[in-house]
DNA sequence: AACCTATGAGACC
DNA sequence: TGGTCTCCCTAGGT
């Protein structure tokens, strides 16, 4: 084909411009239009443009209106994210293409993209090993002393939940934003969503589910169970109340609400974010979004003391979690770009044991869930950081792993979890963001990653789940996992453990919504298994192979 | 198929 | 410090 060049073949606008600066703008224009010139040119010799991707468009002004010059613009297909000509950010098919003038989404930093940042490519995942520091508090020497030989040093192999054994399709009616598991009773999940809704269901009987509409009026941010009652469960919620739900009948009452006088305004509202309970004072510690630490006493269900300020000012925080092991410390992570150790017995503002600092928001803080002495955190910075020690050098992390799970307002922020069963205390699991190529599917797959190494351990995904999962809970005792994936619940079993269901390779599926005639799914005769909300159906075999399926597990040698 | 939108954080002034 | 603008892999709806 003919060469075609730029000045013939793309579109023109015309517009006007006033006399005065005529001369200015049409200098500028040729400037513009030179460099153009340029671009495309190396263009066509990299043969990057074709004729093909060259829009056609004339737009005509009337030149002699009002007297004024008209002056030509051309127009051509630019990059959506950078707005220069010669490349195109987006989807090729299943493979998204970056914008090379962007820093790495990936890692953040520039001069590569995605595709071929060293982080996406290494086996380790990008981790950055720990830095050689002195160990010489007298802390870290009592930990070696006297808390080291408890961590066991061996890892267990890991038990992947890496298959789908059933799930509830469009079981909320917005994206699910929490989950958690029942303490006692193996297979029920509650989850919460982005609407208010509070769900529990029967993942063993899977169609034995409900959904309570009327305890929250927006987004379920947080549950935990009465640890002396565990048919009641706690949620925080940004409509800035805490409720107390009994299980059984979803009758519910609020022990806290910060909005007693409904909508005021965005600025003025104040929503509830992390949550967790301290089983010895018998307190729901509740953080709000203007850096404030609520207190619930459980026994009258009534809220106990002033709040306190425990992030900046005005900042979400964005997470709390008792120490497994000691109550009484706290760990806390906000918007402030902070997360912070705290102890209960003299809280005040300014009085954290801790501050370990992030480049950016921290979605989340946790410690360890056995010992309680390590610290996993998940910034949007997209990295995770661990803190091997809370005995140790707290000033930096012990290692951080580049890993996609980026903010996005319309997703719930990824938060990396412990595996509670590993008494090595390495495995963690965090939904991924970014997408890989599967097959021609766009999959974006669960990570677990081994903290101790920064090791991808597996990646688990599901050719049906086509949408991202930033919500993850691993069972406290079995080999479960619960993905919460836009308004759809999965849960997944190790292949090996996988009970067949019914008929072998299928797996139980229930269905609920309208839009699910959509997607072409085929309805079935459910009359004796069915609810009023949904229908049952049998999902199709994967459309990949077994084989195919993306999962790597490291070395048993690896393991020390 | 092509829009529309709910909505959060950061940059900038 | 506060208002305003911008924004790269969403998901579901019209």
Same mark, same amino acid.
């Given at each position: 084909m003919a060469p075609v060049t730029r000045r013939t073949s793309f579109p023109k606008v015309v517009i006007e411009r006033d006399s005065d600066s005529e001369q200015s703008s049409s200098d500028e224009e040729q400037e513009e239009d030179e460099t153009l010139e340029e671009e495309q040119e190396q263009e066509e010799e990299n043969g990057?443009?074709?004729?093909?991707?060259i829009e056609k468009l004339e737009v005509g002004f009337d030149a002699n209106r009002k007297g004024k010059t008209p002056i030509t613009l051309t127009l051509r297909k630019v990059c959506k994210?950078?707005?220069?000509?010669g490349h195109e950010a987006g989807f090729k098919g299943a493979t998204y293409i970056d914008c090379? @003038? +962007?820093?790495?989404?990936?890692?953040?930093?520039?001069?590569?993209t995605t595709l071929n940042c060293p982080h996406r490519v290494t086996t380790e995942h990008g981790v950055v090993p720990a830095p050689r520091r002195k160990t010489s508090k007298p802390l870290e020497y009592v930990f070696e002393r006297q808390?080291?030989?408890?961590?066991?040093?061996i890892k267990p192999k890991y038990m992947i939940p890496?298959?789908?054994?059933c799930a509830v399709i469009?079981?909320?009616?917005?994206?699910?934003?929490t989950l958690e598991f029942h303490p006692t009773k193996n297979n029920i999940l509650l989850s919460g969503d982005k609407k208010g809704q509070l769900g529990v269901w029967d993942f063993e009987k899977v169609h034995e589910k409900v959904v309570y509409?009327?305890?929250?009026?927006?987004?379920?941010?947080n549950m935990r169970f009465n640890p002396t009652n565990d048919c009641m469960v706690y949620s925080a919620s940004s409509d800035g109340t805490v409720s107390c739900t009994?299980?059984?009948? %979803?009758i519910s009452s609020s022990? @806290?609400?910060?909005?007693?006088?409904?909508?005021?305004?965005?600025?003025t509202r104040k929503m509830l974010y992390g949550m967790d309970i301290n089983y010895e004072k018998g307190l729901v510690l509740v953080a709000d979004s203007f850096g404030f630490l609520h207190l619930v006493d459980m026994r009258s269900n009534h809220r106990n003391g002033d709040a306190v300020?425990?992030? +900046?000012?005005?900042?979400?925080?964005?997470g709390i979690h008792c120490n497994p092991?000691?109550?009484d410390i706290l760990l806390t992570c906000g918007n402030d770009h902070y997360a912070r150790i705290w102890d209960m017995r003299r809280l005040?503002? %300014?009085?954290?044991l801790c501050s370990l600092e992030h480049n950016r928001v921290v979605n989340s803080a946790y410690f360890s869930p *056995?010992?309680?002495?390590k610290i996993l955190t998940t910034s949007q910075d997209n990295r995770l950081r661990i803190w091997?020690? *809370?005995? %140790?050098? @707290?000033?930096?992390?012990s290692r951080e792993i580049v890993h996609s799970h980026d903010f996005n307002r319309h997703l719930t922020p990824f938060k990396a979890e412990w595996d509670p069963k590993d008494p090595s205390e390495s495995l963690a699991v965090v939904g991924r963001y970014i997408s890989e190529n599967f097959n021609g599917t766009a999959l974006h797959p669960i990570d677990f990653i081994d903290t101790s190494t920064g090791q991808l351990v597996a990646e688990v995904m599901d050719p049906n789940i086509t949408t991202i999962s930033p919500v993850n809970k691993l069972h406290p005792r079995d080999d479960i996992l619960a993905t919460g994936s836009s308004r759809s619940l999965f849960i997944w079993k190790p292949k090996e453990r996988s009970e067949p269901v019914e008929e072998k390779d299928e797996r139980k599926i229930v269905v609920c919504g309208k839009a699910e005639k959509k997607r072409g799914r085929k309805k079935v005769d459910?009359?004796?298994?069915?609810d009023d909300d949904g229908f049952i159906s049998k999902l199709k075999?994967?459309?990949?192979k077994q084989t195919e399926w993306k999962l790597s597990r490291c070395s048993k040698k690896d393991n020390r």
């Open positions: 990057v443009i074709e004729n093909a991707k994210v950078c707005k220069k000509p090379p @003038m +962007k820093p790495c989404f990936l890692c953040k930093i520039p001069g590569h808390l080291r030989h408890a961590i066991p040093t890496d298959q789908v054994n469009r079981y909320h009616s917005r994206r699910v934003t509409g009327n305890i929250h009026s927006c987004i379920v941010n009994d299980l059984e009948t %979803g022990p @806290m609400n910060l909005n007693p006088d409904g909508w005021q305004g965005p600025n300020l425990i992030h +900046k000012k005005g900042s979400k925080v964005t092991i000691q109550p005040e503002a %300014g009085s954290s *056995i010992s309680g002495n091997d020690s *809370i005995f %140790g050098n @707290m000033e930096s992390p459910n009359s004796d298994e069915s075999k994967p459309k990949l």
